[in-house]
C-alpha cells in the first residue's frame, strides 16, 4: 500500500485515509494511493461501502500547485474520479477542514458526502489564475445549481459546511469525519441507498436551461471586478458549458480551458503570487524554533484613520483591543466611524446582522495612555512626527506591561530612533498597516536594529491570525512600499512638465492594472498634506503648488488633478487644470512634447524597480518575492503581473536597464541611472528570481 495513501477494512466498509501533511495536496503520491486503494476495496468482496478521508489538519485541500507546469505524472486526477464515480460500491467523502479545489472535486465525484461543521468547501482555481479541472465545473452545478456554482466557482470563495448542507453539496454534518463518514457510509448500505452520480443528475440545470439568464445575471455579477484577469471569464464559460452540453463534452471544454489558463503567463503569476505571500511569513535570520509570544489583548493608540482599522481588523479575528485617545472627542468620533463602518457592510449583507455589535464589543475605547492594562502587543497609530512617537513611546515604558510588543504604524519614520525612546528597544518594531487598514491585506513587519528575534515572531504570527499578509522590511525611508512609491511620484511630477496630463498617465497605470493612477491617489489621499510639508522644507513643486493655491487639495475640496460632482468620488478631467499646467510651464519657461504612452508606462514602472534593486541590494527586503507581496497586498498591483519585480523579470532585466540608462540621459534625471545590482544581472543575463536571499531585514 501507498505512504500516503492508507486502506482498512472495518466489517464491511473500507475506510481509506489520506495523510500527505501539510494539507493533503494531491500529488501523484496521492492520486497514485487513492486510485490503489479504491480499486482494492471495490475488488475486496466484503466490501460493501467505502469512505474515503483524511488525517490530519484537512480533507484534500487542492491539486498540488507544485506540479502545475511540469510534465505530469499519471495517473491524472480525472482517471482517478472516473474509477471513483463508476465504483459499483457506495463511496462517501468525509470531510473536515477545507475540502479545495481538486480536494472538493474527489469529494464530487463520490456518491455520498458529509461534513463537520466547521468544515470549508470550495473551489477557488480562479485565485490562482486557473478554472477547476477535474470536473468541478460539471459537476458543481449538477449539485447545487448554477447559480451557487457560479458564485462558488467564479467568485472562488469557499462555503460553510451548514450552507453546503443547505444547498445540497454535503448529506450529512458529522462529529468526527472518519467515525461520522463510516456511520453515514453503514447507513448507505443497510438502507441499499442508490449510486448517486453527479454526472447523470441534470434536475438543477433545468431551470437555467429553459432560462439562460439566471447563469449570466450570476455571472455578470460576479466578473463585474474581474478587469484585466483571464480567468473568472473561462471559468464562467465552463459553467456555461455544464448547462448547454452533455457531461462528457462540458468535461472535455472544461479541460481545454483549464490547460489553456495553466499554460499561460497570468495563472503563472498568480500560482508565484500564492507562494510568496507564504515564503513571506518565513523569517530569515531567526534562530530555529523561536516562538512567538502569546497575543491575547491588544492596545491601539489613536483612533484615527488608521487606529480605527487595525481596531477592526482585530476585532474582526475575535481579539479583544483597548482603543486609546487623548480626548474624549476624538474617541467618539473614532468608535462611530468604526460603528458606522460595521453597520454599512452588514447592510450590504457582507457580515451577519449581529455582528456590528459583537465586534463594536470587543473594542474598548478609553482616553488616557495609563489605561493600556495587561495589552500584550501596543500598536501606536498616532501623529506623524518624531517628537510626538518619542514622547509615546516614552511613555510606554511605564505604562506597557513588562514583555509587551511595541509597535509603531509610523509610515516613514526611522524605527531605531523611535526604539530609542524606551528602555525595552528589543520589544520595538514596526507594524505597517494600509489605508484603509480593515481592507488592505498587508503589514509591513519593520525590523529594527535591535529587535528581539521573538518579537519579530509574534508580530508575523499576530499579522497572519487577523488575515493580513506580513512581510519583514528593514528600516529606511518610506520602508518597502512607500519608497519605492516615492519614485514613481516623482516621474509623474515630471511628465507634467514634459507635456502629459494627469488623465493620461492616470490612464496608463489603470490600463497596465492598477487601481488607480498617482494624480487620482493623490486627490484622494488630499494634495495639502504634501503642500504643508514641502513648505515646511522649503522645497517646491511649482504645478502641485499652483494648485493647492488655487484651493484644489483634491476630493475633500471637490477638485485637485481633477474635478468631483458633488458626492461623487468619479476623477473628471478638468479643463481648468490643463490651463494651470499651461500657465505654470509657460511662466516657467518649459516647452511641450508629446508624451507617448508607452513611455509613461515606462517611467512609471521602471524606477520602482531600480529602487526595489536598491532595496534588496542594501538587504531592506529579504527577497525579491517579498517585494512582490508588498506591492500585490499594499497597493493594488495586478495579481495577474506577479508583483513588480516578478514582471520586471518578464520584461527582462536588460532592456530595463537599457531605459532607465535612456531616460537619466533624456531627461537628465541622474537618479535615473540603473542601480549596480540590476546593471550586474541585467549584463548577466540573470533575473530578480535567480537571487538568493539575503539581508538586513533577516
Ligand atoms: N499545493 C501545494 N502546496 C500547498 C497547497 C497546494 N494546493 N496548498 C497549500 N500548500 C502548502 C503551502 O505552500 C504551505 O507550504 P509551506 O509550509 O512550505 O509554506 C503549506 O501547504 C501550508 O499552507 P498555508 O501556510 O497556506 O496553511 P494555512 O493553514 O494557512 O491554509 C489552505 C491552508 C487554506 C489549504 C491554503 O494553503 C490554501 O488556500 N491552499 C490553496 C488551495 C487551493 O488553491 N486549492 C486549489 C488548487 S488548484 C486545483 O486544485 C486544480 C484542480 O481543479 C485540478
Ligand atoms: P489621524 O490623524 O487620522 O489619527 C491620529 C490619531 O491619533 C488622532 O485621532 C489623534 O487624536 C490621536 N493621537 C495623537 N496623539 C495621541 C496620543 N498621545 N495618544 C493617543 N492618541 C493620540 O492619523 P492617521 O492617518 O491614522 O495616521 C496615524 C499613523 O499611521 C501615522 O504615523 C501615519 O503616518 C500612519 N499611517 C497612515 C496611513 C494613512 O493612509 N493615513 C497609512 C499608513 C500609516
Redesign the pocket.
Known amino acids: 500500500m501507498s505512504e500516503v495513501v492508507k486502506l482498512e477494512r472495518h466489517d464491511n466498509i473500507a475506510v481509506v485515509t489520506v495523510n500527505s501533511p501539510p494539507v493533503n495536496a494531491l500529488s501523484a503520491a496521492v492520486r497514485g494511493g487513492i486510485f490503489d486503494c479504491i480499486k482494492s476495496a471495490i475488488d475486496d468482496a466484503q466490501v460493501q461501502g467505502i469512505v474515503l478521508t483524511c488525517a490530519g489538519r484537512t480533507f484534500i485541500a487542492g491539486a498540488d500547485i507544485t506540479e502545475f507546469g511540469k510534465p505530469p505524472k499519471p495517473p491524472g486526477l480525472a482517471e482517478v474520479l472516473s474509477l471513483m464515480e463508476s465504483s459499483p460500491k457506495p463511496i462517501v467523502a468525509a470531510i473536515h477542514g477545507t475540502a479545495l479545489g481538486g480536494g472538493l472535486e474527489v469529494a464530487l465525484a463520490c456518491h455520498y458526502r458529509v461534513a463537520t461543521k466547521d468544515a470549508k468547501l470550495g473551489l477557488p482555481e480562479v485565485k490562482l489564475g486557473l478554472l477547476p479541472g477535474a470536473g468541478g465545473t460539471q459537476r458543481l452545478p449538477r449539485a447545487v445549481g448554477p447559480e451557487l456554482a457560479v458564485k462558488m466557482i467564479v467568485g472562488g470563495d469557499p462555503i460553510g459546511a451548514d450552507a453546503a448542507l443547505k444547498a445540497g453539496l454535503i448529506d450529512e454534518i458529522v462529529e468526527g469525519p472518519a467515525s461520522g463518514g463510516e456511520a453515514f457510509a453503514r447507513k448507505v448500505v443497510a438502507e441499499k441507498r442508490p449510486l448517486r452520480k453527479l454526472r447523470d443528475d441534470d434536475s438543477k440545470l433545468a431551470a437555467a436551461k429553459a432560462d439562460r439568464s439566471i447563469f449570466t445575471n450570476a455571472v455578470a455579477a460576479l466578473t463585474k471586478k474581474s478587469r484585466g484577469l483571464e480567468a473568472p471569464f473561462a471559468a464562467a464559460d465552463a459553467v456555461g458549458a455544464a448547462i448547454d452540453l452533455p457531461f462528457d463534452e462540458g468535461l472535455k471544454k472544461e479541460r481545454e480551458g483549464f490547460l489553456k489558463l495553466m499554460n499561460g503567463e497570468q495563472s503563472k503569476a498568480q500560482r508565484y503570487a500564492f507562494f510568496a505571500g507564504r515564503e513571506a511569513a518565513k523569517i530569515s535570520g531567526v534562530p530555529e524554533g523561536t516562538k512567538g509570544r502569546n497575543v491575547a489583548r491588544v492596545a491601539i493608540?489613536?483612533?484615527?484613520?488608521?487606529?480605527?482599522?487595525i481596531a477592526m481588523s482585530f476585532a474582526n479575528a475575535g481579539i479583544p483591543v483597548t482603543l486609546?485617545?487623548?480626548?474624549e472627542e476624538?474617541l467618539k468620533?473614532?468608535m462611530g466611524i468604526m460603528q458606522k463602518n460595521y453597520e454599512a457592510t452588514a447592510a450590504r449583507g457582507g457580515i451577519p446582522a449581529d455582528a456590528p455589535a459583537k465586534r463594536m464589543a470587543l473594542i474598548n475605547g478609553v482616553v488616557g495612555?495609563e489605561n493600556i492594562g495587561d495589552a500584550d502587543l501596543v500598536i501606536?497609530?498616532?501623529?506623524?512626527t518624531m517628537a510626538?512617537?518619542k514622547?509615546?513611546f516614552g511613555?510606554l515604558d511605564q505604562y506597557a506591561k513588562p514583555g509587551a510588543v511595541l509597535a509603531?504604524?509610523?509610515?516613514?519614520?526611522n524605527i531605531d530612533e523611535i526604539a530609542q525612546s524606551t528602555k525595552r528597544p528589543q520589544d520595538v518594531l514596526g507594524m505597517?498597516?494600509?489605508?484603509p487598514?480593515n481592507v488592505m491585506k498587508l503589514c509591513e513587519i519593520v525590523r529594527a536594529d535591535k529587535t528581539a528575534p521573538d518579537a519579530l515572531v509574534t508580530a508575523v504570527s499576530i499579522a497572519r491570525k487577523i488575515a493580513k499578509v506580513p512581510a519583514v522590511v528593514g528600516v529606511c525611508d518610506g520602508f518597502v512600499g512607500n519608497r519605492m512609491l516615492a519614485q514613481r511620484g516623482k516621474q509623474s511630477e515630471k511628465l507634467l512638465f514634459e507635456g502629459a496630463l494627469p488623465q493620461q498617465v492616470d490612464a496608463v497605470v489603470t490600463k497596465f492594472g492598477m487601481p488607480m493612477g498617482p494624480f487620482a491617489m493623490g486627490d484622494l489621499?488630499g494634495l495639502d498634506i504634501g503642500w504643508r510639508s514641502r513648505k515646511d522644507r522649503g522645497i517646491k513643486s511649482e504645478i502641485a503648488d499652483a494648485l493647492c493655491e488655487a484651493g484644489r487639495f483634491g476630493q475633500k475640496t471637490g477638485k485637485g488633478y481633477y474635478k468631483y460632482e458633488q458626492g461623487s468620488r468619479a476623477a473628471l478631467p478638468d479643463p481648468e487644470v490643463e490651463k494651470l499646467i499651461d500657465e505654470t510651464l509657460a511662466r516657467l519657461g518649459r516647452k511641450k512634447r508629446v508624451v507617448s504612452d508607452d513611455e509613461i508606462l515606462e517611467r512609471m514602472m521602471y524606477p520602482m524597480i531600480n529602487e526595489g534593486a536598491k532595496i534588496l541590494a542594501e538587504g531592506i527586503a529579504a527577497r525579491p518575492s517579498d517585494i512582490d507581496v508588498v506591492w500585490l497586498y499594499g497597493y493594488g498591483w495586478p495579481i495577474y503581473r506577479g508583483g513588480p519585480m516578478f514582471w520586471a523579470d518578464t520584461v527582462g532585466l536588460k532592456h530595463i536597464a537599457d531605459r532607465l540608462a535612456f531616460y537619466a540621459r533624456e531627461t537628465n534625471d541622474p537618479s535615473l541611472e540603473p542601480a549596480p545590482l540590476l546593471k550586474k544581472l541585467a549584463d548577466e543575463g540573470k533575473t530578480f528570481a535567480s537571487l538568493a536571499a539575503a539581508s538586513k531585514a533577516a
Do not use: C, D, P
Open positions: 493608540l489613536g483612533a484615527g484613520t488608521m487606529g480605527g482599522g486609546i485617545e487623548t480626548g476624538q468620533r473614532g495612555i501606536e497609530a498616532v501623529f506623524e510626538v512617537k514622547e509615546v511613555k509603531s504604524n509610523t509610515s516613514y519614520l505597517h498597516f494600509f489605508s487598514a489621499a
